[in-house]
């Protein structure tokens, strides 16, 4: 296995009694990657997670999580894997900092690392607080706080900014990005699609248990066929004065793909002198969508 891989799973199918949760799913991510795991509800996400965690184990295929087959090995616990789950759940009577501390026995972290991870949560203010008196977004900091205790290699992240404010999302979003700088592989389960589009890397979309799509924003655009769309000030005018840019007007803008694209700026730029327009590239959504559209199409095999 590449030991810059922090997952690689290979032809994973998963089945409870007739119902196939996943069926023949492959995907990497390497360390210092983020990935995001799309997906309706039912698609085999929780799933996969749980897979990946070690919980339940998959009836065919293949998982590897930090160079270890995760099913072979005899003590799990030696794995650096963080996770936070879609619904923190904490004992309501203890503080921030008991709960913490708690933790950091089972993973025999020391005391310093709990007083730290207060600090960079923006917690230490509350840390002698039971945890009944915290609002949405100091569980979720302090759930974050937990499963990054150890230093994770790998994280695995369940909608983690659901319910956050904006300022919240993007402070855990950030903390993201400071795992990824430390060579941490992150996966994200999130439908906040407009929120993670710009913190990804990869994206592994599911549906009905099978992968209709993953790779890189520029892969899946591609994969997708979806259009860029170019707007400009003047583009009518252009447009009338340019057959080869009409055959590519449509709704008050060009609509452009890479074949297209060098083309049509070149055009812009020499012959109309034109450099005040604007690109629009199909955002993380309208790929989404694009690949649940072809849901219809699958039959979920048994």
Not at 88 to 97: A, E, I, P
Request: proline share 3%; aromatic share 8%; net charge neutral.
């Amino acid at each position: 296995m590449n030991p810059c891989l922090a997952v690689s799973a290979r032809n994973i199918k998963h089945q409870f009694a007739d119902f196939v949760a996943l069926n023949d799913v492959s995907f990497e991510v390497e360390r210092g990657q983020t990935m995001a795991l799309l997906g309706h509800n039912g698609a085999g996400k929780s799933t996969l997670i749980k897979i990946m965690l070690g919980l339940i184990k998959p009836t065919s295929g293949d998982v590897k999580v930090l160079d270890n087959n995760l099913f072979s090995l005899t003590n799990r616990a030696d794995l650096k894997i963080g996770y936070l789950p879609e619904n923190v759940s904490f004992y309501d009577k203890l503080t921030g900092k008991e709960i913490l501390n708690y933790f950091a026995a089972l993973k025999g972290v020391k005391s310093v690392r709990v007083k730290q991870l207060l600090q960079d949560f923006g917690l230490e203010y509350a840390q002698d607080r039971a945890l009944k008196t915290y609002s949405k977004g100091m569980k979720q900091r302090l759930g974050f706080a937990q499963a990054i205790l150890s230093e994770p290699e790998l994280l695995l992240l369940d909608e983690p900014t659901v319910g956050l404010d904006p300022v919240a999302s993007k402070f855990l979003y950030g903390k993201i990005d400071e795992l990824k700088l430390q060579g941490c592989g992150v996966i994200v389960c999130t439908h906040e699609l407009s929120l993670i589009e710009h913190n990804i890397d990869i994206a592994l979309i599911l549906a009905k248990g099978q992968a209709l799509a993953s790779g890189s924003l520029a892969q899946l655009r591609a994969g997708s066929g979806l259009k860029t769309r170019l707007t400009s000030p003047q583009l009518a005018r252009y447009v009338a004065s340019q057959p080869e840019l009409a055959a590519l007007y449509a709704d008050n803008a060009l609509l452009l793909d890479n074949q297209t694209k060098p083309k049509a700026l070149q055009l812009l730029t020499t012959a109309c002198q034109e450099y005040d327009f604007s690109l629009q590239e199909p955002a993380l959504a309208d790929i989404y969508h694009f690949y649940m559209g072809q849901c219809a199409q699958i039959d979920v095999v048994s």
